[in-house]
Structure formats: C-alpha cells, structure tokens
C-alpha cells in the first residue's frame, strides 16, 4: 500500500482494537456511538500535532499553592470545525475536549452521494461569509468514512476557495483510494489522519471490509 506523504496512518494498538469492534455487524448504535467518540478522541491527540500547531508563551499565572509558571497557549488559534453531516456530528465532543480554546466556531456541510454517479452533491453549507482579506488558518473535517474520495475531495476544495489556509482532514476508516484522491486535491494544503485503511471498494462505493454505513449504524436508521 503506497499513500501520499500527507495521509497519516493511526498505529496506535488502541485505535486498532477499538477499530475491530466497530467493524463488527453485532455493534449496535449505542457502542458504535461509544466507539466512534473514543477512536476521535485519540484521532484528535493525533491529528492536532506539532504540524499544524505550536506552544507558545502567553504571560504568568499561579498555581493553588501560588507558585508562579508559564502560561503556554496554542498557535495558530484562528480554528474552526468542519463535521460533514450527519456522521461527523458522532466527533465534534472528542475534538472540542481536547483543543484547548475558549471556544470553537464549529460550521456543518452537509453532502450525499449519488447512488448512481457516486458523485457528491451538497446539500447544507453553513461557511459563514468572511470578510475581504479574511482567513481561517485551520478547517478541520470531521468525516468517519472516506470512501471513494469524491465527498472528501469536494468538501477540500470547498474550504479552500472558501478562505482555509489549511485542511486538516480527521476520518476513522478511509479507502487506499479514497485517501489518495483526497490528499492529491490539495497536497501543499492538506493533512489526512485516520485510524484505518482499507484496499478495496465495492460497486455502490462501500468500503470492503469496512465498517458499513456509519451514519446509519450511529442513528439507527436504514
């Protein structure tokens, strides 16, 4: 298997026994959600890493017992998060947990694939309008499944004409050429991070072993 050199890999043991229990077809919703929450919270440990962000000083506090440290915050601090409707929806807790500001603007894109075409359609875009000269210095999507890429593709393109100065793109189970394409769309641009990466996908766009439809599995839906 040859991936970009922006598709990051998970080896962590962890991911990949929660990642087996996921896959299986007797996971109900409730676990599914359960597991879905926990693989994002390391995801995000992962993902967020010294690529995309800095330490840095700001200032003095005390401690409980009034000894004097260094603040040190987080740079750049200009983020927002990008579920992809409706399964993105099950990772936002996990990322909001870990990043460590006061506050994230979160904005939802919603997009289905055609089940003919497998071509991407959207259907929601919440990307608040920016200002002349503004920018976001980083956009991360929160996608659990990257399949063909097309989906992927479309929501990085998105970001980018919409104002991102980066892409980091976190996704749980990804296909070889899902990730590919993906990462190819905006190669100086964007970072992918996943947990799992499967070799095949089958005639409808599924991925083969996979995890199924993920946003039906998390809803209980059919």
Not at 31 to 50: G, Y
Not at 194 to 207: L, P, W
């Amino acid at each position: 298997m040859s991936l970009p050199d922006n598709v990051h890999v998970s080896t962590h043991p962890l991911l990949q026994a929660l990642i087996s229990q996921l896959r299986s077809a007797s996971t109900g919703s409730n676990k599914t959600r359960a597991l879905t929450a926990s693989i994002a919270s390391i995801l995000a440990v992962e993902a967020l890493n010294h690529n995309t962000f800095s330490a840095v000083p700001e200032g003095l506090d005390v401690t409980p017992l009034r000894e004097q440290y260094n603040v040190a915050g987080i740079s750049p601090s200009n983020v927002v998060l990008v579920p992809i409707l409706r399964s993105g929806l099950s990772m936002i807790d996990s990322f909001l947990n870990v990043l460590p500001f006061e506050s994230v603007p979160i904005h939802y894109l919603g997009l289905f694939r055609d089940k003919t075409t497998l071509s991407p359609i959207e259907y929601y875009n919440k990307l608040p309008v920016l200002k002349d000269g503004e920018s976001i210095d980083v956009a991360i999507v929160l996608d659990p499944v990257v399949a063909t890429g097309g989906t992927a593709s479309a929501v990085i393109q998105s970001l980018r004409e919409w104002g991102a100065k980066k892409v980091v793109f976190v996704s749980i189970v990804v296909s070889e050429e899902g990730a590919t394409r993906a990462a190819t769309e905006w190669p100086e641009g964007v970072e992918i991070y996943c947990a799992a990466v499967d070799a095949v996908i089958s005639s409808n766009g599924y991925i083969i072993p996979g995890v199924g439809d993920i946003g039906d599995r998390l809803n209980h839906t059919h």
